[in-house]
């Protein structure tokens, strides 16, 4: 599968809003992307167009394979271990228990938490929340992954930790959004594109 993503001429807007005009960017397979910019300049609605969630008034997008998104805010079940949370991504895959678990606890340990497997997540740090999230994101092995300010809720070191894993962990198309500038020293040769005045400029 071909993970490139074309972003190309894309249009949107809120009702009378525009956010985004005549927008074009690429995102190469493999690549790990970093769309940065100021709150409110279009960087959620990016990815929600590229996962489909939103439709452009004009312009296309292509996002081949399948697609994993890791919102902002954290959606785990506290109440339930990390490997269920982890689990309930391969839910529709047909696998057995057995092999869903033993996969769930693989996503784990390539975050660096599958001695948390059995944890609740609520009596979890909000580093160790992230990395079980990203586990869940990962799991299905994604031909994208969509990450949506994932260190917003953490301290810098453990906000570089948890980017260190995932692009360890992870080797199909990334794109982070973010509006956290030292996020990108955190990946190895990351693509940077910055959202500015309804454009999207590439930085590298
Ligand atoms: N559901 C919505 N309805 C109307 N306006 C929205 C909606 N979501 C976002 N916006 C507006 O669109 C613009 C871009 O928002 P967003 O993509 O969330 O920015 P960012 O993620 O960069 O902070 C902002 O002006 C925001 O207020
Ligand atoms: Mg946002």
Do not use: C, W
């Not at 190469?28 to 590229?50: D, E, F, M, W």
């Not at 990390?82 to 693989?106: C, D, I, K, M, P």
């Amino acid at each position: 599968m071909n993970g490139t993503i074309h972003f190309t001429d894309v249009s949107f807007g809120f009702s009378t809003r525009p956010v985004l005009r005549n927008t074009t960017f690429r995102v190469s397979q493999g690549s790990r992307a970093v769309l940065s910019g100021p709150s409110g300049s279009g960087k959620s609605t990016v990815l929600n167009l590229i996962a489909g969630y939103l439709t452009p008034s004009s312009g296309e997008i292509a996002a081949p394979g399948r697609v994993s998104y890791v919102f902002q805010d954290d959606t785990l079940f506290s109440k339930l271990t990390s490997v269920e949370n982890v689990s309930f991504a391969l839910a529709e895959s047909g696998l057995t228990q057995r092999q869903t678990r033993y996969r769930a606890e693989a996503a784990l340990g390539a975050m660096g938490v599958e001695h948390l497997g059995s944890e609740q997540v609520v009596l979890l740090s909000g580093g160790e929340r992230q990395r079980v999230r990203l586990a869940q994101s990962l799991v299905a092995d994604p031909d994208v992954l969509l990450l949506d300010e994932p260190t917003s809720a953490l301290d810098p070191a453990t906000a570089a930790a948890v980017m260190h894993a995932i692009d360890a962990a992870f080797t199909a198309t990334l794109i982070v959004v973010s509006h956290d500038p030292h996020l990108a020293d955190n990946l190895i040769d990351p693509e940077l594109f910055t959202l500015s005045g309804l454009e999207v400029i590439h930085a590298a």
